[in-house]
């Protein structure tokens, strides 16, 4: 499963500027994080009270507390209840808007820094991460600082724009900060059509490749395709759609080849959206460089890490799942795509898968048992798992659907 989260903020007040900034004594901050299913963890702290599991997320305007418990960690004087629009199928979701808080990065200074926080967690964003997750940082965190990612070693690098230096053989390529947002133009090449100059956010907190808003609904269905298919969570509800293959996603001087696209349905209509876009550019590409955030030059650094030439492969079982128990060590099906691997051999679900291959689950983190389930068309895995109230053990023979 892809999580794709996109959020859409309405403020009916100006919002002050909030930002962090390097600590007086501080040229540069390196800050840590995991990286799990696509998804880039930090630790802070919220009002002297943590550490907290946050998501660098470049696709939030606001920052956002999704796990409603923190109202009890926190100390939060002040907060008005806002609507909050959506994608997804379902109704608008409700959250507190709090009064500045003190957010606490080592090295790094808060200044008026509110939060959202949901009064229901409807991502379950822990569940997907296998880990404790407490909410998603995004506009605050980048827009006063240049802000360096390498997906190598795992570190995020702050310094202040004017103190910034480029890569080495980067390629700079133009941003736009729109609505707190970041957005860039790529060019879209698939069978059959004229080359397509698309406007995409840019969303560290979507898990796919690349999402292709209306897509259908100008170009029509491409040749390939899985249908039915599980786009991620949006703010009230899942996102369905199709899911193909590019032959060429053009960015700055980058040509990248038979690149995985998600494409919406198109009654995930985006009207409420204050600026046009065709859709965004997530994870799934941009973990396959070094790049470098530069919101005051409107600019992003793409330098080509090892992992730009690695194919780009989907799911290959079929299977959508999630991390439950106290220690998230269980594994819990909660979708299986029709005319699938897993749905041929009956997998359903509320399956619990107990291991794989002989080893359990409880010892695998969720990205390992990701990369085996798209390792190898026509792979065999052997499956424990509790179905009907009892263990049967089944065989997943993984099948390339796209």
């Known amino acids: 499963m892809w999580l794709a989260i996109i959020f859409t ?9 909030q930002y962090f900034d390097l600590a007086v004594n501080k040229k540069k901050v390196n800050i840590p994080f995991k ?9 802070l702290k919220i009002n002297n009270k943590g550490p907290f599991n946050f998501i660098l997320d470049t696709g939030v305007g606001l920052m956002i507390i999704t796990d409603p418990k923190l109202i009890d960690s926190i ?40 939060a959202a926080i949901l009064k229901k967690d409807v991502f379950n964003l822990s569940g997907y991460a296998g880990m404790p997750v ?12 240049a802000v360096k990612i390498s997906f190598q070693d795992s570190t995020v690098t702050v310094c202040r724009p004017k103190d910034l230096k480029p890569m080495r053989r980067a390629n700079k390529i133009h941003m736009s900060v729109e609505d707190r ?72 001087k980058f040509r990248i080849k038979k690149v995985l696209a998600s494409l919406p349905d198109d009654d995930n209509n985006q ?9 965004n550019l997530g994870m799934g590409i941009l973990k396959r460089f070094t790049v470098i955030f530069n919101y005051a030059d409107s600019a992003m650094y793409l ?48 399956d619990e898968i107990v291991a794989i291959n002989f080893k359990p689950v409880a010892k695998m983190t969720l990205q390992e048992i990701d990369e085996l389930l798209k390792s190898k068309d026509d792979r065999s895995l052997l499956l424990d798992v509790y179905h009907d109230k009892r263990l049967d053990k089944v065989v997943l023979t993984l099948k390339r659907r796209i």
Do not use: W
Not at 271 to 279: A, E, F, I, T, Y
């Open 181 to 252: 947002k970041p957005y860039v133009e790529a060019r879209v090449i698939v069978p059959g059509i004229a080359p397509v100059k698309t406007k995409l956010v840019v969303d560290l907190g979507a898990g796919h490749p690349v999402s292709i808003e209306r897509y259908v609904k100008n170009y029509g269905l491409p040749q390939k395709f899985i249908s039915s298919a599980n786009l991620g969570i949006g703010l009230n509800g899942p996102i369905n759609g199709f899911i193909s293959r590019l032959d060429e996603f053009d960015l700055g």
């Open 75 to 114: 100390s939060i004087p002040n907060k008005r209840t806002l609507k909050i629009p959506g994608l997804g199928e379902g109704e608008d979701s409700e959250a507190y808007v709090t009064s500045n808080l003190s957010v606490e990065i080592p090295g790094l200074v808060s200044y008026d820094i509110a």
């Open 303 to 350: 330098k080509q890490a090892p992992t730009f030439n690695e194919p780009f492969e989907h799911d290959m079982s079929g299977l959508e799942y999630y991390a439950a128990g106290n220690n998230y060590d269980r594994i819990i099906i909660s979708r299986v795509e029709p005319g699938s691997a897993g749905d041929e051999i009956g997998l359903e679900r509320d």
């Open 271 to 279: 009207n409420h959206l204050s600026v046009k876009r065709d859709g």
């Open 134 to 145: 407490h909410g998603l940082l995004g506009y605050e965190f980048f827009n006063n600082l």
């Open 35 to 43: 990286l799990e299913r696509n998804l880039m963890v930090i630790q």
């Open 9 to 17: 903020f309405c403020f009916a007040n100006t919002v002050r500027a």
